[in-house]
């Protein structure tokens, strides 16, 4: 394949999301590396939790940069007036909700949201099909620019999010 083909099979089929962004330098280098999401903590006991006021700081920062790179906010077992206030005060694109949320949940959030599990194998894969109905799995998943419908993440028996 020549590069033009492997960035062209790539956009198609995976996109990188660089977690955990904490200051505008590593922002703005995540964007010149070419990730397509940079993800936004709002886990307080992370730690790599920030504030909603630094968050929106940050964002300042990435639109003076002109970038259209997408934001993502990271939620553990929020509700979803509390994820759609901080998406909308922090102009982040969509929610990942990393807890123990509902479908209804996230779609009460209206398409701003996806749901990430913990897997580590297929019985994790199974145990998220029946958690999440086909129609919301397959949100997002017919066009470019879109939420991915779900994500798989590390898996820790006592954490949430990646490790």
Request: glycine share 10%; proline share 5%; net charge negative.
């Amino acid at each position: 394949m020549t590069q033009s083909e492997i960035s062209n099979h790539k956009s198609k089929i995976m996109r990188v999301k660089i977690c955990g962004i904490t200051n505008v330098e590593d922002a703005l280098a995540a964007i010149d590396a070419g990730a397509d999401y940079l993800g936004f903590n709002f886990y307080p006991k992370s730690l790599r939790y920030l504030t909603p006021e630094r968050c929106a700081e940050i964002q300042s920062a990435i639109r003076n940069h002109k970038s259209a790179i997408r934001t993502v906010g990271i939620f553990v077992n929020e509700t979803p007036e509390h994820i759609a206030r901080i998406l909308d005060r922090c102009g982040l694109d969509l929610a990942q909700l990393h807890g123990e949320e509902t479908p209804e949940m996230v779609a009460a959030l209206k398409g701003r949201a996806f749901k990430a599990f913990r897997g580590i194998g297929e019985r994790h894969a199974e145990y998220a099909e029946a958690r999440l109905p086909l129609s919301l799995w397959e949100r997002g998943a017919g066009g470019e620019g879109e939420p991915p419908s779900f994500l798989i993440d590390a898996y820790s028996p006592t954490l949430y999010g990646g490790t």
